[in-house]
């Protein structure tokens, strides 16, 4: 029975290592496409740089944030939790940031 425990442990661990990885990738591959779009669009003068890159990056930070909430899943020790918090506070403030500057952005478009 122990050893079936183990197996379970190792197969969650594993398959929350992939996650976590499938999520950073996703949140990073977002950023950069959003930071080329957003030079793109600030050479071309668009009004809607600031609008764009601002919901990129929101965009790619939410799944950068799943990835943290996802590690929390094999974290052992209290200072890896602790480390692991932070990261996910620093993370959901860039995020209410950047979603407060997409919402003044909108009001000024219109």
Request: charge should be negative; aromatic fraction near 6%.
């Amino acid at each position: 029975m122990n050893q079936i425990a183990v197996m379970l442990e190792i197969f969650l661990e594993s398959c929350v290592g992939l996650a976590i990885h499938g999520f950073e990738l996703v949140g990073v591959m977002i950023i950069i496409v959003a930071g080329i779009r957003g030079l793109v669009d600030y050479i071309k003068k668009s009004p809607t740089v600031r609008l764009h890159l601002a919901q990129g990056m929101a965009l790619g930070l939410e799944f950068k944030l799943g990835s943290e909430i996802l590690r929390t899943v094999v974290v052992r020790e209290f200072t890896e939790i602790a480390l692991v918090a932070a990261i996910i506070a620093v993370r959901a403030a860039l995020t209410f940031l950047i979603h407060w500057e997409i919402k003044n952005e909108e009001n000024i478009e219109e």
